[in-house]
C-alpha cells in the first residue's frame, strides 16, 4: 500500500515557513552592509555579536530577569487559573456567567484600552513603575488562556478520582493532591507554557506600567526593530526566540517525563 505523501508534504512546508525565517534572521544578524535588491550581503561584521556581549548591556542579567519575570507571571496566571477553572466547572453559584465573561474580557477589550486603564488603576493603588505591577498586568493578560485551557482539561478530567478518594476516606485536601492534581499537570504545564509566551513577548504593556523602571528582553529589542537597525534587531529576535523555545524545550520535557512517554488525552 502506497503512503499518502500530503501529510509529509504539508509538514515539510511548514517547517520551512519556520526555518526559513530564522536563517534569515541569522544572516541579518552578521551582516554588515546589504542594500536593496541585493540578494546576498556585500559584506560582514560582528557588530551585533559585539553589542550582546557588551558587558554595559548586561544581556545575560536582562535574559535571567526576563525569563525569570514571565516565569512568575506563568505560574501565577496557571494557578488562578486552575482555581477558577475547578468553580466554573464543578460548582454552581450566583454570577458564574459574569465570572465566565470577566475571565476572556482582556483579549475582548482592545490592547492599547486595557493597558491605559490599567495604568490609571495602577498608579491610584501604587503599583504603577514596579515589578509587582508588570508581572500583575502580565498575570491578567495571560488569565483569559489558561482559565480557557485548565477549564477544559478539568471537565476532561472530572472529579471521578477525588470521589473515589473522599470514600476511601481521604480529606478533600488530600483528595485532591493524590487524587486529582497528578492527572492535572500535563494541563497545568500545557497552560503555563501559553502563559509564559503571552508574558514573554508583553512589549506595550511592561512599557506603560513598568515606566522605564523594569527592563525586559522584548523591551530592548523592539525599539532596534522600529528604529530599522536590522543586524542588532535581527541578534535580540534570535536571543528572543532561542529563550523561549529554551523554556518550552523544558516544559514539554517535564510533561514528557511526567506522563513516561505516553500519549496524554
Known amino acids: 500500500m502506497r503512503r499518502n505523501p500530503l501529510p509529509a508534504l504539508i509538514l515539510a512546508v511548514a517547517g520551512l515557513c519556520i526555518l526559513l525565517p530564522v536563517a534569515l534572521l541569522g544572516l541579518w544578524s552578521a551582516a554588515g552592509r546589504w542594500p536593496w535588491p541585493e540578494l546576498w550581503p556585500e559584506n560582514f561584521s560582528t557588530r551585533g555579536l559585539a ?82 505591577g508588570v508581572v500583575l498586568v502580565h498575570v491578567i493578560s495571560a488569565l483569559p488562556y489558561t482559565v480557557s485551557i485548565l477549564t477544559d482539561v478539568t471537565q ?23 487524587g486529582a492534581l497528578p492527572s492535572l499537570i500535563p494541563g497545568l504545564l500545557s497552560a503555563g507554557s501559553m502563559a509564559f509566551a503571552i508574558s514573554y513577548s508583553q512589549y506595550f504593556t511592561t512599557l506603560l506600567l513598568g515606566g522605564g523602571q523594569v527592563r525586559t528582553l522584548s523591551l530592548v529589542m523592539v525599539p532596534y526593530i522600529q528604529s530599522g537597525d536590522r543586524t542588532l534587531a535581527s541578534c535580540y529576535a534570535l536571543l528572543f526566540v532561542g529563550s523561549a523555545l529554551a523554556v518550552f524545550a523544558v516544559l514539554e520535557g517535564l510533561i514528557h517525563l511526567w506522563t513516561g512517554g505516553r500519549k496524554w488525552n
Open 156 to 178: 476532561a478530567r472530572g472529579r471521578g478520582l477525588e470521589e473515589q478518594a473522599a470514600v476511601l476516606g481521604a480529606s478533600p485536601t488530600r483528595a485532591f493532591l493524590h
Open 51 to 132: 553589542e550582546l556581549l557588551a558587558p554595559y548591556n548586561r544581556t545575560g542579567a536582562l535574559l535571567l530577569s526576563s525569563v525569570g519575570l514571565s516565569l512568575l507571571a506563568a505560574a501565577l496566571a496557571t494557578l488562578v487559573g486552575a482555581m477558577t477553572a475547578r468553580a466554573l466547572a464543578f460548582h454552581q453559584f450566583p454570577g458564574k456567567g459574569l465570572v465566565r465573561f470577566g475571565a476572556i474580557l482582556p483579549i475582548l477589550v482592545p490592547g492599547t484600552v486595557l493597558a491605559m486603564g490599567l495604568h490609571t488603576v495602577f498608579l491610584r493603588l501604587g503599583l504603577a513603575d514596579t515589578l509587582s
